[in-house]
């Protein structure tokens, strides 16, 4: 069974930054990514990763947010610096096989404030 586990949420001042984990076991996937959900609001794209290191970043993250893979661990990470208010979400991991449908993580929390 494949699972996706994130860490690294938190509470953080606006301009700072944090970094998020995420570990996948029982299986692998050619796009794994972020997306994030605020109250009220759709889930939303913040960057993918492709096993051969393509990314794709939604605008209002670029030039902020960094993702990055380690195949051989199974892990995908995302620094996120420069964060703002607006940032405040719960951050889903994504798993995205070449057929099949997707996978998700159960989601960790960030919150931007003062």
């Known amino acids: 069974q494949v699972q996706l586990v994130e860490s690294g949420g938190g509470l953080v001042q606006p301009g700072g930054s944090l970094r998020l984990s995420c570990v996948v076991s029982?299986?692998?996937?050619?796009?794994m990514g972020w997306y994030r959900q605020a109250p009220g609001k759709e889930r939303e794209l913040v960057a993918t990763?492709?096993?051969?290191?393509?990314?794709n970043y939604a605008n209002s993250v670029k030039g902020r947010f960094i993702i990055s893979r380690d195949n051989s661990k199974g892990t995908v990470d995302l620094q996120m610096n420069s964060l703002r208010p607006e940032d405040t979400a719960v951050y889903y991991c994504?798993?995205?096989?070449?057929?099949?449908?997707?996978?998700w993580g159960q989601g960790t929390q960030v919150t931007v404030s003062s």
């Open positions: 994504l798993g995205r096989p070449l057929l099949g449908g997707d996978s």
């Open positions: 029982g299986g692998t996937f050619r796009t």
């Open positions: 990763v492709t096993s051969g290191g393509t990314t």
